[in-house]
């Protein structure tokens, strides 16, 4: 490890405590904010940590692609990186699905907030049709 004696462990560690960083923050946004586009921004905040959590560990200083060759003996794994591509394929088709519930939602209620949503649809008669 070459960084700062004091800190070996900390600066190895740098992505995992990114990726903390962001799982909290996104989870936060969505059981915090009322509104529906900030709980997407939320739910996509947190996705990124989870690509983060997978990519960090699959590439390996001074690895290359894993193509056979006698001029390389450290390979990185690409597994991790051909599953983070598929899943942010499924991430962006789930952002596009709650991005078209809320353009439904906001038709039928006139809001995109929860708390009037709920307001609407507990008191008598105002629901949406």
Sequence with gaps: MNGPPGLPGVIGHFSYFVTI???????????????LIKKLVGLGIFQTSVYLLYIAPGKLIGGTAPILSDAFKIYSNPIPHVLILTAI???????ALGLALVVRIREAYGTIEEDDILLQETSPGSGAD
Excluded at 21 to 35: D, E, K, Y
Excluded at 89 to 95: F, K, Q, R
Aim: no cysteine.
């Design 21 to 35: 960083f962001l799982l909290v923050a996104g989870l936060f946004i969505v059981i915090a904010r009322g509104n």
């Design 89 to 95: 394929v499924v991430g962006v088709a789930t952002l």
